[in-house]
C-alpha cells in the first residue's frame, strides 16, 4: 500500500513568489491535513480538508491556503513568501475526519531566499 | 500559547535503560493524545496513543502513563535501544475537531551504545 507522496521534496522561492505544494494521500483516506515544521516554533497545523471541505484552520495568515480534490488529493498555496516561510511542509492523511490515524509523507522542504 | 508543554527538550540515555517523555495539556476538550517518532528525513510516525478513560497503555518497549487529573501523560521506552534515536513528539486532538493535531515541542532522544 503506497504511503503519502509529496510532491516535489525540495523548493527553493524567491521572496515575494508564489508556491504550490502537492499531497497524494493514501487510497481510500478522505482527510488531509497540512503542518509546517520549523526548529523554532515546531509542528503547527495549517488546515485539515474533508471530502473537499475545510475542516479546520490554523493560525496562518491568509497567504496560506489549500483546497481538496475529489480524488482526495490535496495542495496547498502560499503566496508572497516571506523568508519566515522557509520550513519543512508535511502533509498527513487519515481514513476518516475524527481522531483517525494520521499518517505523514516525507514533506516537501521550503527555502525562500 | 502553547497548549501542549514537552519536556526535556533533549535526552541521552545509555543502550537499554528507560526513556521517559513528559508532556502536559492545558485544554480539558482534548481527548485523544497520540506520540509520534520522526527520523531525520521523514515525517513524523504514529507510536502509541492513548485516551483519557485509561491511564496506561502498553505497546512492546512502549507505554503511555495517563494522569487525568494532573493533565499529564508520559512516554517510557523501556530498553531503550540505538535504534529508537530519534525526536518524540506528544500531541493531543479534540473530540470533534476531526483531526487537527496539537503538537509538544518534541524531545530529541539519543541512545548510547
Known amino acids: 500500500k503506497a504511503g503519502v507522496t509529496q510532491t516535489p521534496r525540495y523548493l527553493i522561492k524567491t521572496r515575494g513568489q508564489q508556491v504550490t505544494l502537492s499531497c497524494s494521500p493514501i487510497s481510500g483516506h478522505r482527510s488531509v491535513s497540512w503542518y509546517q515544521q520549523t526548529p523554532g516554533q515546531g509542528l503547527q497545523f495549517l488546515f485539515e480538508?474533508?471530502?473537499?471541505?475545510?475542516?479546520n484552520k490554523g493560525n496562518f495568515p491568509g497567504r496560506f491556503s489549500g483546497r481538496q480534490f475529489s480524488n482526495s488529493r490535496s495542495e496547498m498555496n502560499v503566496s508572497t513568501l516571506e523568508l519566515g516561510d522557509s520550513a519543512l511542509y508535511l502533509c498527513a492523511s487519515s481514513w476518516t475526519d475524527s481522531q483517525t490515524e494520521a499518517f505523514f509523507g516525507q514533506g516537501t522542504r521550503l527555502t525562500v531566499v | 500559547q502553547q497548549q501542549v508543554k514537552q519536556s526535556p527538550q533533549s535526552l541521552i540515555v545509555q543502550k537499554g535503560g528507560i526513556s521517559i517523555i513528559n508532556c502536559a495539556y492545558e485544554n480539558t476538550a482534548f481527548d485523544y493524545f497520540p506520540w509520534y517518532q520522526q527520523f531525520p528525513g521523514k515525517g513524523p510516525a504514529l507510536l502509541i496513543a492513548?485516551?483519557?478513560?485509561?491511564s496506561e497503555k502498553k505497546e512492546g518497549r512502549f507505554t503511555i502513563s495517563f494522569n487525568k487529573s494532573a493533565k499529564q501523560f508520559s512516554l517510557h521506552i523501556m530498553d531503550s535501544q540505538p535504534g529508537d534515536s530519534a525526536t518524540y513528539f506528544c500531541?493531543?486532538?479534540?473530540?470533534?475537531?476531526?483531526?487537527?493535531?496539537?503538537f509538544g515541542g518534541g524531545t530529541r532522544l539519543m541512545v548510547k551504545p
Open positions: 492513548i485516551r483519557p478513560d485509561v
Open positions: 480538508y474533508f471530502s473537499e471541505t475545510q475542516r
Open positions: 500531541a493531543a486532538t479534540v473530540r470533534g475537531a476531526g483531526n487537527m493535531l496539537t
